[in-house]
């Protein structure tokens, strides 16, 4: 299919998504979260994938990069505008060690197994899937949380402590993440030229800085609404476009970027409104394009996302544990914690496709291990997403803080 029919198609598809609303309280739970995790846009983008009607074939994907890249790059841009200093300040100094800990936790387990299980089955090097895939499992939602939240109206410190761990967990994931393609970045350095893994990640953090110091540089003059759209979205595709071709993350480069708006720019409260603007039709146009790449390419895929699952809730449930000592003096955080942050959402599947996206080109003999990776992280996350707002709902009733009558 002509890619500028794809692009259409998929913008289309984003914005009439969008538009469609599924908080109606008369749908029952269980198909509620469904929708609201996107299910059937994942559905309609592995139809349209190569295993159906070949709309969006590999190759068209691949050509779909700079629209994938100002996609990435916009959630990147997006989740870095949350750490802002002034808006962190508002909570508790430990909620914000709790958040890294209980992910830092979760990575460190969920690699371990990882390792592990493929040390001892197979006798190929997979590291770096390895990270990824731990890196993803780093992710929690807070879209599930709200689901909840709205349904029940809970209200309390348990809930608004989930909210934040939720919102603010994956920084460690983006920054792993960032760390294994600075590492990956080096490896293909030819002519006897080699960097060190950390000069490469150092590099993507002044790229990041760079074009957060551009935009300020460039909004000395507050443009108009249109103008600052424009803006935002040549900056971006620049940004996300320059970490594509250096095979580094595009994720974790837009996201310094929105660190340094969030915390400099007096317009951040205007850029995190146009960017949240088209942070659904994004999400949705990922979820298509998720769907298209799957490949269920081996028998393997099966064992590894019920591994996968099993490893991240044991993992999101110890990490709880563990970073609940910080949780500041009249708190009573429940042990079972870790396991509303069950639930992965948009965000891990936007780092799996960046992982692909820049593997597969780059690294053609682990092509195999990467698609078996992408299907075990996207059909994970949907179970994550489908089994994780019960889960949150259960500690949230241990907590206090929720009254089934209510729904």
Not at 33 to 60: C, D, K, M, N, Y
Not at 120 to 131: M, R, S
Not at 378 to 397: C, H, K, N, Q, T
């Amino acid at each position: 299919m002509n890619p500028i029919l794809t692009v259409l198609l998929l913008a289309l598809i984003g914005l009439l998504g969008a538009e469609l609303t599924f908080s109606q309280r008369q749908v029952p739970l269980g198909p509620r979260i469904f929708i609201a995790i996107g299910g059937p846009f994942l559905f309609l983008g592995f139809a349209l994938g190569p295993h159906v009607a070949q709309v969006l074939s590999r190759e068209t994907v691949v050509l779909l990069n700079p629209l994938l890249a100002l996609g990435l790059g916009w959630v990147g841009v997006l989740f870095g505008l949350q750490l802002d200093r002034d808006h962190l300040r508002q909570f508790p100094k430990g909620y914000l060690a709790l958040t890294w800990l209980q992910a830092a936790t979760a990575f460190a387990i969920v690699f371990a197994i990882a390792y592990l299980l493929t040390d001892a089955w197979l006798a190929v090097n997979f590291e770096a899937v390895l990270v990824a895939a731990a890196a993803t499992a780093c992710v929690s939602t807070p879209a599930a949380i709200a689901l909840i939240s709205n349904t029940y109206m809970t209200r309390g410190r348990i809930t608004r402590l989930l909210f934040y761990v939720a919102s603010l967990d994956a920084s460690v994931g983006i920054i792993v993440l960032g760390l294994t393609h600075a590492a990956h970045r080096g490896e293909l350095i030819g002519d006897g030229v080699t960097l060190p893994v950390f000069e490469w990640f150092a590099f993507s953090i002044l790229l990041g800085i760079f074009f957060g110091v551009l935009f300020l540089s460039l909004t000395r003059v507050r443009p108009r609404n249109q103008e600052l759209m424009l803006l935002l979205i040549g900056l971006v595709l620049f940004a996300a476009g320059t970490a594509f071709y250096l095979s580094l993350s595009p994720l974790f480069i837009c996201m310094v970027t929105g660190i340094v708006i969030g915390n400099l720019s007096p317009m951040r409260r205007r850029v995190y409104a146009a960017l949240s603007q088209w942070e659904k039709p994004i999400y949705i146009m990922m979820l298509v394009v998720a769907g298209a790449l799957l490949q269920f390419s081996s028998w393997w895929i099966i064992p590894l996302v019920i591994a996968y699952v099993a490893a991240r809730i044991l993992a999101k449930w110890a990490g709880g544990v563990l970073a609940s000592r910080f949780v500041p003096a009249g708190v009573d955080v429940p042990r079972r914690f870790g396991l509303a942050l069950t639930p992965q959402g948009g965000l891990s599947l936007a780092m799996a496709i960046s992982f692909v996206l820049i593997y597969v080109p780059t690294v053609p003999e682990l092509s195999s291990a990467v698609n078996v990776f992408f299907a075990t992280v996207v059909v994970a996350v949907g179970i994550s997403d489908l089994m994780g707002p019960f889960l949150v709902r259960d500690v949230l009733e241990r907590a206090g803080e929720l009254d089934r009558q209510a729904a």
